[in-house]
């Protein structure tokens, strides 16, 4: 058998007794949160809800950083590259996991392993808006028009490789329609487009259609969530609309660089997760069309596996490409 040397075994316990002083000592300066995208958007604005809070919970400032480009690749590799601190996070968002696949072997990180999971802060279940020039009132209605009229019925998103763009090639895939893709730059275009009837069919989120469906100038056709939402009651899932296990979301997830000490990871995961089920803040993020998550480190890195393993098949099973 062999036996630690003496080193060895001084090192091992310098490390066990540094790393609850690391969690009860930190942290000693502000923390930065990096956004990948421009201010006041959706991720930004569940960033900024939860920065204030954890910045009183630890006791330093907790500053907000927006990074955009290149689909959140700048700001991801900026926290990546960051010491592993725990001064440095980045709230990441489906784009993540899909670049894994989209962006095999050019990304100056791995979008796995360059990080350490903090927390999935929310979630936000896609919704499915139909144009009102489409004749039909429900999934299986705009499904039958798509069928009966080939090459009619096409399909915006904000963007390739977007997780409303992967969405509905999955519901290509489990429907067996056949439908054109046509990527804007943004949201707003392709709702505007929509509204118009340019385009048939769009995958948002909830806080992004509801002033439209409001004012009846499109049409809500299901949410692909588990079951239906306190946000949206009324609203049928797509399960109920016959496609099974039909489920996607865009999300907000805290990451921080790889490496970073578990106890740090531990801390603000447990903050953050005490924050965003406080009775009044889950009600803030419920009424922006976001379902309360604050899962620890642990299956918030199961999540981003099964999230980079499935549209990964996606990608692969559409041939999705981007330029």
């Known amino acids: 058998m062999n036996h630690p040397t003496r080193r060895t075994t001084l090192a091992l316990g310098a490390a066990a007794l540094a790393a609850p002083a690391i969690a009860a000592d930190y942290p000693t300066r ?12 959706t991720t930004d604005i569940a960033t900024r809800l939860v920065a204030d809070p954890l910045s009183k919970a630890l006791g330093q400032p907790v500053v907000v950083e927006n990074r955009p480009g290149a689909n959140s690749i700048v700001g991801a ?8 601190d725990g001064y440095t996070l980045v709230m990441v968002l489906p784009a993540h996991a899909a670049n894994a696949t989209l962006q095999a ?41 798509a069928r009966k009229n080939p090459g009619k019925m096409n399909y915006g998103s904000s963007g390739i490789g ?15 329609v056949q439908m054109e893709h046509v990527p804007y730059r943004g949201t707003q275009p392709a709702l505007q487009d929509l509204m118009a009837g340019a385009i048939g069919l769009l995958f948002d989120t909830y806080s992004t259609l509801k002033p439209q469906f409001e004012a009846g100038t499109i049409r809500p056709l299901g949410i692909a969530a588990a079951e239906r939402t306190a946000f949206a009651p009324d609203l049928p899932t797509i399960i109920e609309g016959g ?22 990871l531990d801390r603000i995961a447990e903050e953050t997760g005490r924050i965003v089920r406080e009775p009044a803040m889950a009600t803030k993020l419920q009424d922006l069309g976001f379902v309360v998550e604050g899962r620890p480190p642990g299956p918030t890195g199961d999540f981003l596996r099964a999230e980079v393993a499935r549209w990964g098949e996606v990608i692969r099973t559409a041939k999705v490409t981007v330029e």
């Open 30 to 41: 502000p923390v930065r949160i990096i956004v990948p995208y421009t201010p006041g958007g």
């Open 77 to 84: 590799a900026a926290a990546a590259s960051s010491p592993p």
């Open 105 to 145: 072997g050019k990304l100056p990180f791995d979008p796995i392993a360059g990080f350490a999971p903090v927390s999935l802060v929310v979630t936000a279940p896609l919704v499915l808006a139909g144009s009102p020039n489409i004749p039909g009132r429900t999934l299986r209605d705009y499904l039958d028009y």
């Open 162 to 176: 977007a997780t409303a763009h992967l969405a509905m090639e999955l519901l290509k895939m489990r429907t067996g």
């Open 243 to 264: 496609l099974d296990g039909f489920v996607a979301s865009s999300w907000c997830m805290l990451l921080a660089p790889a490496r970073t000490p578990q106890p740090i």
